[in-house]
C-alpha cells in the first residue's frame, strides 16, 4: 500500500505545482484586463476554476498522502523531513495567499502589479526546488 500511497502524493504534488505556477500567471494577464471587460470576467472563472477544482484538491492530497508516508515510513523524526515539513508549510501559505488574490479579482480589488504578480511565480519554484533536493538528497 505504501508505494501506492506514494504514487497518490506524487501525482497530487505534480498537479498541485501545475496549479500554483499558472495561477500567478493568470494574475498577471488579469492585471491588463479592463474591469468589468469579457476578458476580466474570463479570467474570473479560469482563476476561480483553477483554485477550486485543481489546486485545493491537490494540496488536500498532498498533505494527506504525504503525512501517511511519513508515519508509515518511520521518518518524523528525520530532520530532511522537518526542513521539508517547513518547506511544505511555506508553499500552503502562499496557497492560502494566491486564494485570497482570486478572491481580490472576484471582487475588482486587486492593488498589486503586473510585477508583483511575475515575482510571485517565481516563489513555487524555489520551494519546489528545496523539497525535491531534501527528499532526494536528505542532506542531513
Not at 498537479?15 to 488579469?30: D, I, K, N, Q, S
Not at 518524523?76 to 478572491?103: D, E, Q
Request: proline share 3%; with cysteine; glycine share 6%.
Amino acid at each position: 500500500m505504501y508505494e501506492w500511497i506514494k504514487a497518490l502524493h506524487i501525482i497530487a504534488v505534480i498537479a498541485w505545482m501545475a496549479g500554483m505556477l499558472y495561477l500567478p500567471r493568470l494574475f498577471v494577464y488579469h492585471c491588463d484586463a479592463e474591469i468589468g471587460s469579457k476578458q476580466s470576467e474570463t479570467f474570473k472563472v479560469m482563476e476561480r476554476r483553477l483554485l477550486r477544482a485543481i489546486i485545493d484538491p491537490a494540496m488536500g492530497v498532498t498533505w494527506v498522502a504525504g503525512l501517511y508516508l511519513a508515519y508509515a515510513g518511520h521518518w518524523f523524526s528525520a530532520h530532511w523531513l522537518h526542513g521539508k515539513l517547513l518547506l511544505v508549510i511555506a508553499l500552503s501559505g502562499l496557497h492560502g495567499f494566491l486564494a485570497r488574490c482570486v478572491k481580490d479579482f472576484a471582487a475588482d480589488r486587486n492593488q498589486r502589479s503586473q510585477k508583483f504578480y511575475r515575482i510571485i511565480n517565481e516563489v513555487p519554484t524555489a520551494l519546489m526546488i528545496g523539497i525535491v533536493i531534501l527528499v532526494v538528497v536528505k542532506p542531513f
